[in-house]
């Protein structure tokens, strides 16, 4: 059974910064991609970045590119580093894996993604 774990959601001002991190426990994909999507109460579920562990492709969504960061600790840990953060980025920030795909078209949507953390919840105030 393949478990996600997020953390490192906080309350922090307008332009500071965050770190998540990202945990796959029990994965058995030799070539899977982990996704961060966020959700605000009562808008979709969005995909905002995505690596693949298999050859480090990574895909921004253009509203946070420049911002955050995505990179991988080891095969089982990824970070989401976010700077000069803003009010729009308050969201549950999730975190997702599933076997990779060719291209990045797909890393956007959650259909492609088949395990799931709980969220943490990130509040960026003005």
């Known amino acids: 059974e393949v478990q996600v774990v997020e953390s490192g959601g906080d309350v922090v001002q307008a332009g500071g910064s965050l770190r998540l991190s990202c945990a796959v426990f029990?994965?058995?994909?030799?070539?899977?991609?982990i996704g961060w999507f966020r959700q605000v109460p009562g808008k979709e579920r969005e995909g905002i970045s995505c690596?693949?562990?298999?050859?480090?492709?990574i895909w921004y969504r253009d509203s946070v590119k420049g911002r955050f960061n995505t990179s991988s600790a080891n095969k089982n840990l990824v970070y989401l580093q976010m700077n000069n953060l803003k009010p729009e980025d308050t969201a549950d920030y999730y975190c997702?894996?599933?076997?990779?795909?060719?291209?990045?078209?797909?890393?956007?949507?959650?259909?492609?993604?088949?395990?799931w953390g709980k969220g943490t919840r990130v509040t960026v105030s003005s």
């Open positions: 029990g994965s058995s994909l030799d070539d899977y991609a």
């Open positions: 690596i693949k562990r298999g050859n480090g492709v």
């Open positions: 997702a894996a599933g076997p990779t795909r060719p291209g990045t078209s797909w890393m956007k949507s959650r259909l492609f993604f088949d395990y």
